[in-house]
């Protein structure tokens, strides 16, 4: 029994033909590799970083600036080089706060604040009010300010010393956690 090489092309064909569909669909498929970021490296760094945050009726509510940000892989945190925060209300400032180096946690909105703090609350109708400190932690949600570091407080012409400090601004209450000594001048 003899094949003839015609009738043998169409079944080769079909085979080639089935061969490179496989081939094909097996090199076109994406699966995403199980590549991961080296957790002790910044996923993000941005230079001159800014974000600013807006309330419901779309004033301004906080704005965070820093010198340098990065951020690590899968972690809430930002970390920030010379980081300054102004907290508004009604569009009008109501505080500021600056420091060397900082951190923000994105999920609590909390922020931490460290080395040669300063705490600026502008004169309204009150004298303004400067608070000097090595750490400060700053909840934008709450708008709770506290440290147990020593602080100085400048509040117009006079100055205090404490050790520790708790401001709520929504209620107006400033706490003094320590025994103060105070220089008061009018």
Excluded: C
């Excluded at 699966?31 to 910044?42: C, E, M, Q, T, Y």
């Excluded at 945050?53 to 970390?79: C, H, T, V």
């Amino acid at each position: 029994m003899s094949v003839r090489p015609q009738r043998l092309f169409p079944l080769v064909l079909v085979v080639l033909m089935g061969l490179t569909t496989f081939w094909l669909d097996q090199i076109s498929r994406w699966i995403p590799s199980g590549f991961r970021l080296d957790p002790a490296k910044p996923e993000y760094v941005a230079e001159k970083f800014t974000a600013t945050r807006f309330n419901e009726n779309g004033m301004l509510r906080d704005r965070i600036s820093a010198q340098r940000m990065w951020q690590y892989p899968e972690k809430p945190d930002m970390y920030f080089q010379r980081p300054h925060l102004q907290v508004f209300q009604e569009g009008r400032m109501q505080y500021d706060v600056t420091g060397e180096t900082g951190r923000y946690h994105s999920k609590n909105r909390q922020a931490w604040f460290d080395d040669r703090v300063v705490f600026y609350k502008p004169q309204d109708e009150k004298p303004e009010t400067r608070v000097l400190t090595s750490r400060l932690e700053v909840n934008t949600a709450t708008r709770i300010t506290r440290t147990a570091a020593p602080v100085e407080i400048h509040y117009g012409n006079s100055v205090a010393h404490a050790t520790g400090l708790y401001y709520d601004q929504q209620a107006g209450l400033l706490k003094l956690l320590s025994q103060v000594k105070v220089v008061y001048e009018k």
